[in-house]
């Protein structure tokens, strides 16, 4: 008798450790589209801390189910936890992707860049008009795993300051890969997001401020991209033109990422 009310508390337990988490996997989604809709950095944010907090309890459901597993419950019971972890880790994911929707909060499109120029003054704007985006990061080296002996910097003859690496994908495309903070990676995009359509809604904003990031372009690359935005920011050329000239620079192609404008983005669309 004593076993079964031990249980049965575990049991309880279990089932509040799960109301919760799904309580804060509730709370993740609607966040994650008000950050969203609203462009709010710091409930994208908060979004993020939650997520840290619903893998934490995914954990703690898991540890105490194996516990309960380990008394060998009845039918029922036994089932209750083997449901309990299922629905743990599908609130998981949930909160999972909440933060992915939440990490688009960061990314304006170009209207909205220029809204925001209006709103905080053009003058407190600087804007990337060239760059590779970012595609995700990886804590292994690959210099120090493919061009040295070492295991470590610091044995490993820092082989990133003296060498380029790409990823090639199965289209041919190679995405540069960059040496970051604490020996970790950086995979970057191998098209290059570029602004030229939008230079010139962001000049009548007032921008005045641009800012060129490059990757693994060579020098010719970099005088080449620098002479064309001079030439469309002084009026030489037309956007197209600009375009036109980055995408024979830049052979892995252009896009314009971000910056582009979908319509009626705004609305956030009804689920059925």
């Known amino acids: 008798m004593e076993t079964s009310i031990v249980i049965d508390m575990d049991l309880d337990q279990l089932k509040q450790k799960l109301l919760t988490m799904a309580s804060h996997a509730e709370i993740a989604v609607n966040e994650a589209l008000r950050a969203l809709m609203e462009r709010d950095y710091e409930l994208a944010l908060r979004v993020k801390e939650n997520d840290n907090v619903i893998d934490h309890l995914e954990v703690e459901i898991d540890e105490m189910a194996i516990h309960l597993l380990a008394k060998a419950p009845l039918a029922s019971d036994l089932r209750l936890v083997t449901v309990a972890m299922k629905i743990s880790q599908n609130l998981e994911r949930v909160g999972d992707e909440a933060c992915s929707i939440a990490r688009r909060a960061h990314d304006l499109n170009a209207e909205q860049v220029a809204g925001l120029a209006r709103a905080v003054g053009a003058d407190k704007v600087e804007v990337v008009a060239y760059q590779h985006l970012p595609v995700f990061h990886t804590e292994h080296c690959v210099f120090c795993r493919f061009l040295s002996t070492g295991t470590s910097y610091r044995d490993c003859g820092r082989p990133c300051e003296v060498h380029s690496v790409a990823l090639r994908d199965t289209a041919g495309r190679a995405h540069p890969v960059m040496a970051d903070v604490g020996c970790r990676n950086t995979v970057f995009g191998a098209e290059v997001q570029e602004a030229g359509a939008h230079l010139e809604d962001w000049r009548a904003a007032g921008i005045a401020r641009y800012r060129l990031e490059f990757a693994h372009e060579s020098a010719a690359q970099v005088t080449g991209v620098t002479r064309a ?22 052979p892995e192609g252009v896009t314009q990422g971000s910056f582009f404008i979908p319509e009626n983005y705004l609305t956030l669309p009804v689920l059925q």
């Open 229 to 250: 935005f001079a030439d469309a920011l002084a009026g030489r050329i037309s956007a197209r033109d600009l375009t036109q000239r980055l995408q024979k620079l830049t």
